[in-house]
């Protein structure tokens, strides 16, 4: 497990490469990321850094709708989790500055990781039928549904 592990120091050719690896870290331990902030040069306003975390990391904006008012309701998982990476630009590298491997809540088992948000990518193919299926006039959950059917189960839909 250690070489799927973050550690300070470690060094990415892009933030693509950091999320890449960030995101398959979290696949194996069992949470989702989500990219949380980004830092930029006060000089060219280029991005010099950047912040990936747990989903879960944070609370509700206080600003937000209530849950009573809201068209679509939305309920708040967030647990303020504290679990982050921060990786910095040095040069023509990305390095690994932070890490915070802490989580306040139950981690998923890998049985039911296809359904975090982070870990969740569709083939081509699945993305064009299932654009097809909407195009028809049908929901998007249930072209999920005909696809899992045709698959074998949704977690069979999606590309590890």
Not at 135 to 147: E, H, P, Q
């Amino acid at each position: 497990m250690n070489e799927f592990r973050p550690y300070v120091g470690m060094e990415f050719e892009s933030q693509d490469n950091a999320y890449a690896f960030y995101n398959r870290y979290a696949a194996k331990l069992g949470f989702s990321v989500r990219k949380h902030s980004t830092s930029l040069s006060r000089k060219d306003k280029t991005v010099i850094g950047r912040t990936y975390c747990c989903s879960l990391e944070g609370k509700r904006d206080p600003r937000a709708k209530p849950f009573e008012e809201q068209k679509k309701k939305q309920v708040d998982t967030r647990t303020g989790c504290k679990a982050h990476t921060i990786i910095r630009k040095k040069t023509d590298k990305w390095v690994v500055t932070v890490v915070v491997e802490e989580h306040n809540h139950i981690l998923v088992s890998p049985k039911k990781m296809h359904k975090l948000r982070s870990q969740r990518h569709i083939s081509e193919g699945h993305e064009k039928i299932i654009d097809n299926i909407r195009l028809a006039g049908i929901k998007t959950n249930l072209a999920m549904n005909f696809l899992g059917l045709e698959s074998g189960g949704v977690q069979n839909i999606v590309q590890t």
